[in-house]
Each structure stands twice: as C-alpha cells, then as structure tokens.
C-alpha cells in the first residue's frame, strides 16, 4: 500500500497540530513557572509576616503576665492592709469602749 497525497497531507496537519500543541503546553508551562514563583514570594512573604505576628503576640504575652503580676502584687498589698485596718479599728472601739466614748464615734 502506497502513501497517497491525501494520507501525507493528513499527517502533516496531525504533525503541525502537534507542533501547535506542543508549543501551547511550553507556553502553559512557564505561566505555570512564573504562577509557581508569584506563589512563593507570597509564602515567603507571608511566613515572614506570621513569624513577626507571632513575636509580637509573645512578647504581649509577656508584657500581660508581667502586669498581671503586679496587679496581684498590688492586690495581695491591699488585702494584708486590709486585715490590719479591721484589726486597728476593732482595737480602737474596744479602746473607746475601755475609756467610756461611744465606740461609734456619736
């Protein structure tokens, strides 16, 4: 069976489609490149961002549970105050009460 004109000319155009093909997929792939780049600048930049997120959100941390510490401090202060004031006035009502004043102060 010999090739006829119709046959060769088929498969130049199957060859040309393929070579239209292939060049298509070259371009598909280097916008694939260049997307795949794009994204990771983005991560990149993205990662950075969260990493200085996270170090601020630390050190935040930090801070508050040093100034929780100090309201505690603060707090514990004022109770043990507190108790010593109730102590003082009961002494000085039954003090009042020993000398003869009304322990209310009327």
């Known amino acids: 069976m010999e090739p006829t004109d119709l046959t060769i000319e088929i498969l130049k155009g199957i060859r040309d489609e393929i070579r239209q093909t292939n060049q298509r997929l070259d371009q598909t792939n280097e916008h694939l490149d260049q997307t795949n780049e794009r994204l990771d600048q983005r991560f990149d930049l993205l990662s950075r961002r969260l990493v200085e997120s996270e170090t601020r ?3 935040a941390l930090v801070d508050l549970a040093g100034a929780v510490r100090e309201v505690k401090q603060l707090l514990s202060d004022r109770l043990d105050l507190r108790d010593r004031v109730d102590r003082c006035e009961s002494e000085i009502s039954r003090l009042k009460e020993h000398v003869g004043l009304d322990p ?3």
Do not use: D, F, L, N
């Open 57 to 59: 959100t630390a050190t």
């Open 104 to 106: 209310t102060g009327s």
